[in-house]
Protein backbone atom coordinates (compact mmCIF):
# COMPACT_ATOMS: atom_id res chain seq x y z
CA UNK A 1 0.00 0.00 0.00
CA UNK A 2 1.50 3.16 -1.17
CA UNK A 3 0.28 6.62 1.60
CA UNK A 4 0.73 9.38 -0.12
CA UNK A 5 0.77 12.37 1.83
CA UNK A 6 0.97 15.94 1.66
CA UNK A 7 2.60 18.77 4.34
CA UNK A 8 0.37 22.26 3.84
CA UNK A 9 2.84 24.82 5.04
CA UNK A 10 4.12 28.42 4.07
CA UNK A 11 6.64 28.89 2.02
CA UNK A 12 9.30 30.75 5.07
CA UNK A 13 12.46 30.69 2.70
CA UNK A 14 14.04 34.97 3.11
CA UNK A 15 13.91 36.69 -0.34
CA UNK A 16 16.76 37.87 -2.72
CA UNK A 17 17.19 41.67 -3.08
CA UNK A 18 15.17 42.74 -0.82
CA UNK A 19 12.15 41.93 -2.24
CA UNK A 20 9.02 42.43 0.31
CA UNK A 21 6.63 38.86 -0.01
CA UNK A 22 3.85 39.33 2.76
CA UNK A 23 2.13 36.62 4.99
CA UNK A 24 -0.74 37.17 2.52
CA UNK A 25 1.28 36.65 -0.45
CA UNK A 26 2.95 33.76 0.98
CA UNK A 27 -0.57 32.18 2.06
CA UNK A 28 -2.08 32.36 -1.51
CA UNK A 29 1.41 30.98 -3.23
CA UNK A 30 0.61 27.90 -0.39
CA UNK A 31 -3.23 27.33 -1.82
CA UNK A 32 -2.06 28.05 -5.32
CA UNK A 33 0.78 25.10 -4.89
CA UNK A 34 -1.79 23.00 -3.01
CA UNK A 35 -4.51 23.47 -5.87
CA UNK A 36 -1.94 22.55 -8.82
CA UNK A 37 -1.28 19.02 -6.26
CA UNK A 38 -5.05 18.39 -6.25
CA UNK A 39 -5.42 18.94 -9.91
CA UNK A 40 -2.91 16.22 -10.84
CA UNK A 41 -4.24 14.02 -7.80
CA UNK A 42 -7.47 14.41 -9.50
CA UNK A 43 -6.48 13.64 -12.78
CA UNK A 44 -4.96 10.49 -11.29
CA UNK A 45 -7.88 9.61 -9.65
CA UNK A 46 -5.55 9.08 -6.19
CA UNK A 47 -6.69 9.79 -2.97
CA UNK A 48 -4.48 11.41 -0.05
CA UNK A 49 -4.08 12.82 3.19
CA UNK A 50 -2.96 16.41 3.57
CA UNK A 51 -1.69 17.87 7.13
CA UNK A 52 -2.09 21.37 7.11
CA UNK A 53 -0.13 23.56 9.58
CA UNK A 54 -1.85 24.39 12.60
CA UNK A 55 -1.18 28.59 12.30
CA UNK A 56 -2.58 28.89 8.63
CA UNK A 57 -5.39 26.45 8.87
CA UNK A 58 -8.64 28.71 9.91
CA UNK A 59 -6.99 30.63 7.03
CA UNK A 60 -7.14 28.34 4.28
CA UNK A 61 -10.85 26.98 5.10
CA UNK A 62 -12.13 27.25 1.92
CA UNK A 63 -9.03 25.23 0.18
CA UNK A 64 -9.74 22.72 3.28
CA UNK A 65 -13.24 22.01 1.99
CA UNK A 66 -12.23 21.73 -1.36
CA UNK A 67 -9.63 19.28 -0.46
CA UNK A 68 -12.12 17.29 1.53
CA UNK A 69 -14.60 17.76 -1.09
CA UNK A 70 -12.15 15.74 -3.65
CA UNK A 71 -12.50 12.57 -0.88
CA UNK A 72 -9.07 13.69 0.26
CA UNK A 73 -8.11 13.52 4.04
CA UNK A 74 -7.02 16.60 6.42
CA UNK A 75 -4.81 16.22 9.02
CA UNK A 76 -2.96 18.47 10.84
CA UNK A 77 0.75 19.63 10.37
CA UNK A 78 2.34 21.28 14.29
CA UNK A 79 5.41 23.27 13.58
CA UNK A 80 5.12 25.21 16.98
CA UNK A 81 1.79 25.36 17.78
CA UNK A 82 0.73 25.44 21.35
CA UNK A 83 -1.80 22.12 22.85
CA UNK A 84 -4.67 24.79 23.25
CA UNK A 85 -4.15 26.31 19.89
CA UNK A 86 -3.97 23.17 18.52
CA UNK A 87 -7.17 21.74 20.34
CA UNK A 88 -8.87 24.81 19.11
CA UNK A 89 -8.59 25.17 15.56
CA UNK A 90 -9.08 21.09 15.62
CA UNK A 91 -12.38 21.97 16.95
CA UNK A 92 -12.71 24.76 14.36
CA UNK A 93 -12.06 22.68 11.62
CA UNK A 94 -14.15 19.72 12.61
CA UNK A 95 -16.78 21.70 13.01
CA UNK A 96 -16.40 23.81 9.41
CA UNK A 97 -16.27 20.35 7.81
CA UNK A 98 -18.51 18.22 9.79
CA UNK A 99 -15.71 15.61 9.95
CA UNK A 100 -13.08 14.53 12.54
CA UNK A 101 -9.80 15.23 12.48
CA UNK A 102 -8.02 11.98 13.02
CA UNK A 103 -4.34 12.49 12.45
CA UNK A 104 -1.25 14.58 13.28
CA UNK A 105 2.26 15.15 12.10
CA UNK A 106 4.86 16.59 14.04
CA UNK A 107 8.55 17.05 14.28
CA UNK A 108 10.62 15.92 17.68
CA UNK A 109 7.93 14.43 19.17
CA UNK A 110 6.95 17.57 20.90
CA UNK A 111 3.82 16.57 22.54
CA UNK A 112 3.01 13.11 24.42
CA UNK A 113 0.80 10.83 23.14
CA UNK A 114 -0.79 11.30 26.39
CA UNK A 115 -1.29 15.29 25.12
CA UNK A 116 -2.50 14.31 21.75
CA UNK A 117 -4.86 11.67 23.28
CA UNK A 118 -6.40 14.28 25.40
CA UNK A 119 -7.48 16.20 22.33
CA UNK A 120 -9.24 13.68 20.17
CA UNK A 121 -6.66 12.02 17.94
CA UNK A 122 -6.29 8.58 16.42
CA UNK A 123 -3.21 8.37 15.20
CA UNK A 124 0.46 10.43 15.12
CA UNK A 125 3.05 10.39 12.10
CA UNK A 126 6.21 12.09 13.02
CA UNK A 127 8.71 12.89 10.68
CA UNK A 128 11.99 13.71 10.81
CA UNK A 129 14.33 17.14 9.62
CA UNK A 130 14.89 16.89 5.87
CA UNK A 131 18.53 18.19 4.82
CA UNK A 132 21.67 17.54 2.77
CA UNK A 133 22.77 15.33 5.17
CA UNK A 134 20.22 13.16 6.48
CA UNK A 135 19.40 11.04 3.06
CA UNK A 136 23.15 9.34 3.56
CA UNK A 137 22.53 8.29 7.12
CA UNK A 138 21.84 4.81 7.54
CA UNK A 139 19.27 4.55 9.50
CA UNK A 140 17.13 1.79 11.15
CA UNK A 141 13.59 1.91 12.54
CA UNK A 142 10.39 -0.39 12.89
CA UNK A 143 8.37 -0.05 9.56
CA UNK A 144 5.41 -1.61 11.48
CA UNK A 145 2.03 0.81 12.86
CA UNK A 146 2.57 0.66 16.50
CA UNK A 147 -0.79 1.41 18.97
CA UNK A 148 0.41 2.56 22.49
CA UNK A 149 -2.32 3.96 25.15
CA UNK A 150 -5.30 4.11 22.58
CA UNK A 151 -2.80 6.18 19.59
CA UNK A 152 -1.39 4.47 16.47
CA UNK A 153 2.06 5.59 15.58
CA UNK A 154 3.21 5.59 11.97
CA UNK A 155 6.75 5.59 11.01
CA UNK A 156 8.06 7.02 8.52
CA UNK A 157 9.17 4.87 5.52
CA UNK A 158 12.73 3.67 5.06
CA UNK A 159 13.95 2.23 1.71
CA UNK A 160 15.10 -1.62 2.44
CA UNK A 161 17.15 -0.79 -1.21
CA UNK A 162 18.61 2.13 0.00
CA UNK A 163 18.56 2.95 3.51
CA UNK A 164 16.66 6.09 2.04
CA UNK A 165 13.73 7.73 3.87
CA UNK A 166 10.58 8.14 1.61
CA UNK A 167 10.87 12.37 2.67
CA UNK A 168 10.18 15.14 0.63
CA UNK A 169 13.74 16.12 -0.33
CA UNK A 170 14.34 12.41 -1.57
CA UNK A 171 11.90 12.42 -3.91
CA UNK A 172 13.03 15.80 -5.17
CA UNK A 173 16.49 14.72 -5.50
CA UNK A 174 16.44 11.45 -6.66
CA UNK A 175 15.71 10.30 -10.48
CA UNK A 176 12.21 8.69 -10.83
CA UNK A 177 13.17 5.56 -12.19
CA UNK A 178 15.51 5.12 -8.82
CA UNK A 179 12.37 6.31 -6.59
CA UNK A 180 10.34 3.58 -8.28
CA UNK A 181 12.64 0.71 -7.66
CA UNK A 182 12.84 1.85 -4.04
CA UNK A 183 9.23 1.86 -3.71
CA UNK A 184 8.90 -1.60 -5.70
CA UNK A 185 12.00 -3.09 -3.41
CA UNK A 186 10.24 -1.70 0.04
CA UNK A 187 6.71 -3.21 -0.62
CA UNK A 188 8.31 -6.24 -0.87
CA UNK A 189 9.26 -6.42 2.65
CA UNK A 190 6.78 -3.78 4.04
CA UNK A 191 3.27 -3.91 4.15
CA UNK A 192 3.38 0.00 3.26
CA UNK A 193 5.14 3.22 2.11
CA UNK A 194 4.17 7.01 3.28
CA UNK A 195 5.49 9.17 1.20
CA UNK A 196 5.15 12.76 2.08
CA UNK A 197 5.77 15.86 -0.08
CA UNK A 198 5.66 19.49 0.77
CA UNK A 199 3.32 22.27 -0.64
CA UNK A 200 6.43 24.58 -1.00
CA UNK A 201 8.08 22.28 -3.35
CA UNK A 202 5.59 23.02 -5.80
CA UNK A 203 6.57 27.05 -5.92
CA UNK A 204 7.67 28.82 -9.41
CA UNK A 205 11.32 29.81 -8.52
CA UNK A 206 10.99 32.04 -11.25
CA UNK A 207 8.02 34.33 -10.33
CA UNK A 208 8.75 34.28 -7.08
CA UNK A 209 12.52 35.66 -5.50
CA UNK A 210 12.81 32.79 -2.97
CA UNK A 211 16.80 32.43 -1.74
CA UNK A 212 16.88 28.46 -1.77
CA UNK A 213 19.86 26.73 -1.13
CA UNK A 214 21.13 25.08 -4.60
CA UNK A 215 20.92 21.56 -3.67
CA UNK A 216 16.86 22.08 -2.86
CA UNK A 217 16.68 24.43 -6.15
CA UNK A 218 16.26 21.38 -8.66
CA UNK A 219 12.71 20.38 -9.74
CA UNK A 220 10.81 22.85 -7.79
CA UNK A 221 7.67 23.87 -9.19
CA UNK A 222 6.54 22.89 -12.68
CA UNK A 223 9.06 20.37 -12.56
CA UNK A 224 7.77 18.85 -9.35
CA UNK A 225 4.32 18.73 -10.99
CA UNK A 226 6.18 16.68 -13.40
CA UNK A 227 7.37 14.27 -11.00
CA UNK A 228 4.05 13.74 -9.05
CA UNK A 229 2.42 13.08 -12.87
CA UNK A 230 5.06 10.64 -13.40
CA UNK A 231 4.98 8.71 -10.06
CA UNK A 232 1.11 8.83 -9.61
CA UNK A 233 1.04 7.60 -13.84
CA UNK A 234 3.60 4.85 -12.80
CA UNK A 235 1.05 4.11 -9.67
CA UNK A 236 -1.42 3.46 -11.85
CA UNK A 237 0.62 1.38 -14.78
CA UNK A 238 1.89 -1.11 -12.17
CA UNK A 239 -1.92 -1.11 -10.14
CA UNK A 240 -0.15 -0.20 -7.02
CA UNK A 241 -2.78 0.04 -4.32
CA UNK A 242 -3.02 3.65 -2.21
CA UNK A 243 -5.18 4.80 0.50
CA UNK A 244 -5.52 7.55 2.25
CA UNK A 245 -4.18 7.58 5.98
CA UNK A 246 -6.76 7.19 7.80
CA UNK A 247 -8.21 4.28 6.01
CA UNK A 248 -5.64 2.46 5.90
CA UNK A 249 -4.41 2.44 9.83
CA UNK A 250 -8.64 2.42 10.62
Known amino acids: ?19 VISDDERLKITESNTKAILRILDLHDTK ?3 FVEISIAEKLKN ?24 DKVKKSIQEFLEKQIKGIRQKDNQFSLEELKSIGFNYISNIDHANIL ?33 NDFVFQILPMQYYQNMVFETLKND ?3 LVYLESWQFTDLNKYQFK ?35 DYIF
Not at 63 to 84: R, T, W
Open 134 to 166: FPFKRLKRTSEIIEDNGLSIVPESISPYSQLPY
Open 63 to 86: LLKAISAQGHEIAFYNKDSSLEKI
Open 48 to 50: ASF
Open 212 to 246: VPFYRRFYLGKKMEDKLEAFLSWINEKELATSRMK
Open 191 to 193: DFV
Open 1 to 19: MILLTFNIINFEAETKNGV
